[in-house]
């Protein structure tokens, strides 16, 4: 089945702790997206890679970090630096021509 | 920058009744989403209409955009209809940047 797959689904971390979330598409889709979204608010973009070993900040980079190794692969950590880390986390794919977006199921993270 | 402005931002329905959602941009634009997001946080991918019209099943949508606004229908509305409805456009000067610019949903509630 062709999708975007994200994981961990729910996560729980100590303040001060990194951590890692998984995205990964079988789209075959060249750019990748991670948005954050707080309850009853809209998305906001985090970081976005439209190619390979290339990405570009968004509107709220900051305590945050990306790596794009692989096309398929685009994982976010969630650094002790942000402030605020409570959210839900979405990833998203687009493919070239359209930029049409898909998204994953989300990850919900909760700092203790 | 271009704004995205949604109309209603809350909305509330009666099962079998119609009901049509705006969305209103300020320039030219040349990728336009809608999508839906079940109360598990899922967005799902309605559709990709920067112009004219499109159906799927009791939903369609319209774009005019040398009117800059798109209208989602959605007919007899069921209780799965729940959720909020975002709009989200692409700014037809953003040259090679994919990134969207977000409205901040309607809120659908559908009553049995």
């Known amino acids: 089945d062709g999708g975007i797959t994200q994981s961990p689904k729910y996560l729980f971390r100590k303040e001060g702790q990194n951590v890692t979330l998984s995205c990964e598409q079988n789209l075959n889709h060249d750019a990748m997206y991670w948005y954050r979204q707080d309850p009853g608010q809209g998305l906001r973009l985090i970081y976005y890679s439209q190619i390979v070993n290339d990405f570009q900040k968004g509107d709220i980079a900051e305590g945050y970090s990306v790596s794009r190794e692989k096309k398929e692969s685009f994982p976010l950590t969630v650094t002790s630096a942000q402030k605020n880390p409570t959210a839900f986390y979405l990833c998203?794919?687009?493919?070239?021509?359209?930029?049409?977006?898909?998204f994953g199921e989300g990850s919900r993270l909760t700092v203790l | 920058g271009i704004q995205v402005e949604q109309s209603p931002p809350d909305l509330i329905l009666q099962e079998g009744a119609n009901s049509t959602l705006r969305c209103n941009f300020s320039?030219?634009?040349?990728?336009l989403q809608w999508f839906h997001q079940n109360p598990w946080g899922q967005l799902i991918n309605l559709f990709y209409?920067?112009?004219?019209?499109k159906q799927n099943g009791r939903l369609s949508a319209t774009t005019v955009a040398t009117e800059r606004y798109s209208l989602l229908y959605i007919s007899s509305s069921q209780t799965t209809d729940s959720g909020v409805y975002f709009c989200?456009?692409?700014?037809?000067?953003?040259?090679?940047?994919?990134?969207?610019?977000w409205g901040l949903g309607t809120s659908l509630a559908v009553n049995p």
């Open positions: 998203a794919s687009s493919p070239q021509g359209t930029g049409e977006l898909f």
């Open positions: 320039d030219s634009v040349n990728n």
């Open positions: 989200a456009v692409r700014p037809i000067n953003a040259g090679n940047n994919r990134k969207l610019i």
């Open positions: 209409i920067p112009s004219g019209t």
